[in-house]
């Protein structure tokens, strides 16, 4: 299977003092004089809850290049019984894209912070640890003794896909560990918003599970599946994990339903002549062939002799927005349409 990352999705901190030790982080600990930071050991500062969510955009009708919009929610305590400013970060992610030797392309934009539901202004720093080429958004917290702070940033994330159809999702926990003991509470949650064919369970297969000590990608044990109670609404996944000690990374792999779709048009449009898809066709008659098009692109067709083929497929999606008037076709696919 060739693999192509999704992207980085890691939270820093930054706090000025002495090295007391370093680690790549997500939700790290990093301080520094000038304009670089290196990572450091927070012995004060603890991470009470950490919840994550992306949201798909853009990705039902099309199959190509697709957008996250992510939130994440951070909550954190001074456990001391002194004042300390901890600047904090959040490193800005960049991915190579087709060729390994390609020059890479931020994949972050739109970033925004916020404390307590104040937003803050942000500057980018350098990463002396030069992991992260493109810099780290950098600003800086006030903690009073004993005090907790909501921080919470924003922003859309470019995503891409395989030429297999498969899409990655990777988020960085381990580096959570710079911060005082486990993290009380961890929610991630990933929302397709289109059903997500899962690859096997298998080393190198796909989602491999996490095992072994130290390792990193891989699949975080306690996944929860929702959204409908059909398969094909079932769209969320997520992990709620508690007293959390980060070991492992977690990298979630999916086939979105739109690529199955995408393929499936080409075929209609094609005149049969793609055929790698063709055992995914729904039986359907010549005079349904206009109605099997517009199902591709979310239509509903419940009380159609179509319907009862369409449901019997794993990639069948309707969208509760269709509208036939604003969908953007093939010259091919238009011709299907044109006809009555």
């Known amino acids: 299977m060739r693999r192509s990352i999704l992207s980085f999705l890691i939270f ?13 982080a997500n939700s790290g600990h990093y301080g520094g004089p000038g304009t670089s930071v290196v990572p450091l050991q927070s012995n004060d500062i603890r991470m009470v809850r950490e919840s994550v969510h992306f949201v798909a955009v853009d990705n039902l009708k099309h199959w190509g290049p697709m957008t996250w919009e992510v939130t994440c929610v951070f909550t954190f305590q001074n456990t001391t019984d002194k004042a300390v400013d901890v600047p904090m970060g959040f490193p800005i992610s960049q991915m190579r894209f087709g060729h390994p030797d390609a ?3 931020v994949t972050m934009s739109d970033f925004k912070v916020d404390a307590n539901g104040k937003t803050i202004a942000t500057t980018v720093k350098k990463d002396g640890s ?5 810099g780290i958004h950098s600003w800086s917290l006030h903690f009073a003794p004993q005090a907790t702070h909501v921080v919470t940033t924003r922003y859309s994330l470019m995503g891409s896909r395989t030429n297999d159809g498969y899409t990655y999702v990777r988020y960085t926990l381990t580096t959570g560990s710079t911060w005082k003991g486990p993290i009380e509470d961890v929610k991630i949650t990933i929302e397709t918003r289109d059903h997500a064919g899962l690859p096997p369970d298998k080393p190198g297969e796909g989602n491999d599970p996490c095992i072994k000590e130290g390792q990193t990608d891989c699949m975080l044990p306690g996944v929860i599946v929702s959204g409908g109670k059909r398969p094909e609404q079932q769209t969320i996944f997520s992990w709620h994990l508690r007293d959390h000690e980060p070991k492992h990374d977690l990298l979630f792999i999916y086939m979105a339903a739109a690529h199955d779709r995408f393929f499936l048009r080409q075929m209609l449009g ?3 002549d793609t055929m790698e898809y063709e055992e995914n066709m729904p039986a359907y008659e010549e005079s349904e062939l206009r109605d099997l098009m517009l199902a591709l692109y979310g239509k509903s067709l419940k009380g159609q002799r179509l319907y009862t083929e369409l ?11 269709f509208d036939e008037s604003k969908l953007k076709l093939e010259p091919d696919e238009a011709k ?3 006809r009555k």
């Open 130 to 134: 030069k992991k992260y080429p493109a």
């Open 311 to 321: 449901v019997k497929h794993w990639w069948y999606y309707v969208d509760p927005a």
């Open 270 to 272: 094609s005149d049969g």
């Open 12 to 24: 820093f901190s930054l706090t000025v003092g002495p090295a007391i030790g370093s680690a790549s």
């Open 336 to 338: 299907i349409l044109q």
């Open 103 to 105: 020059k890479p392309v």
